[in-house]
């Protein structure tokens, strides 16, 4: 029985003055499914969050939304909420001096008569965070939380209304790598077991084919494909997201050289950028899977890059600009 679709975007378009930012944009979200959306920095995934999220209203770009088969305007973020779309943004702040309970409420309190019921808003929080797994403590302030903490104090907010949609804006991109992990985890949970539908915008492609069931690729304000994550391959997806090669280990010797690389991590980094994954390193290499973890996690760390595809920039880069 085939899945139906619980979002879909028919010919979005959306201009900042005369600069197109979306470009007759066509996408279908089926329900159920973690789908993810990468792309470059403006290739316009901020923006076509900030549209379903009601942040641009409905009179600022052409095209329809429908949400379950019915179409949709939204004016606002609390008509986006009301429809049943929970946003977590990279961007949005908390207010550090506040309580997480009065940040998660803010704007969104309970009240009665005109009186605003912090005593509700705070056991509503403690229910939240126990739905979720956490114990954070409600009347902690926000400035004494990690990093961490406030990516989860973030996701509450987004949960009160208990959307059906829930979209995660980079959320991981201020995060640890374990701690983006265990995020991800969070995210399956809320697929598996609060049988939400989530759509995961993220650059990242280790988180994209760790967590989704379907990516697809935006550019320059484009989708240029959607893919089930189990028949894509990630080489070919960051071609497309970024309309060129990756390049290969010959561009930037020196520049490598320069930063520490070993010349078992020069064999590697090839690997990588000819789309290899860690197991087929293993086999081409001939050394076991915690060595091949070990290089890569160095690589990254020598050249403070956080994937394959920000390496592989590095290198075109370095290249054009060898005084950088």
Not at 27 to 49: A, R
Not at 189 to 196: E, H
Not at 241 to 256: S, V, Y
Not at 307 to 322: F, Q, T, V, W
Request: glycine letters at 6%; aromatic letters at 8%; proline letters at 2%.
């Amino acid at each position: 029985m085939k899945t139906p679709n619980i979002l879909e975007l028919k010919k979005i378009s959306f201009n900042i003055g005369k600069k197109p930012i979306l470009k007759n944009l066509s996408l279908s979200i089926k329900k159920g499914e973690i789908h993810s959306i990468m792309g470059e920095k403006d290739s316009g995934k901020s923006t076509l969050v900030k549209i379903l999220g009601g942040f641009y209203s409905a009179y600022s770009y052409k095209g329809n939304i429908l949400l379950d088969g019915k179409p949709v305007k939204f004016y606002s973020q609390r008509d986006s909420e009301k429809s049943g779309i929970g946003v977590v943004y990279q961007n949005s702040s908390l207010i550090p001096q506040l309580n997480v309970y009065e940040n998660i409420f803010l704007a969104k309190e309970i009240s009665f008569s005109g009186i605003i019921d912090w005593k509700k808003s705070f056991e509503k929080t403690k229910e939240l965070f126990h739905s979720l797994g956490f114990d954070i403590f409600p009347g902690k302030k926000i400035s004494e939380l990690s990093n961490w903490e406030v990516q989860i104090v973030k996701l509450a907010r987004a949960l009160i209304y208990d959307p059906i949609i829930i979209i995660f804006d980079e959320i991981t991109s201020d995060l640890s790598e374990n701690e983006g992990e265990s995020f991800l985890q969070v995210i399956r949970q809320l697929k598996l077991q609060k049988n939400k539908t989530v759509i995961f915008i993220s650059h990242r492609t280790n988180e994209i084919f760790d967590i989704s069931d379907r990516v697809s690729v935006l550019r320059n304000g484009e989708i240029i494909t959607t893919e089930d994550i189990q028949v894509a391959d990630e080489d070919l997806l960051i071609k497309k997201m970024t309309g060129r090669e990756l390049g290969n280990i010959e561009n930037g010797k020196e520049i490598l050289k320069n930063l520490g690389i070993t010349e078992r991590e020069k064999e590697i980094i090839d690997l990588l950028l000819k789309g290899y994954d860690n197991k087929k390193i293993c086999e081409e290499l001939f050394i076991s899977l915690n060595t091949v973890k070990t290089h890569i996690y160095s690589i990254y760390q020598k050249t403070n890059v956080k994937n394959r595809m920000e390496l592989a920039n590095l290198i075109k880069d370095r290249k054009s600009h060898p005084k950088v």
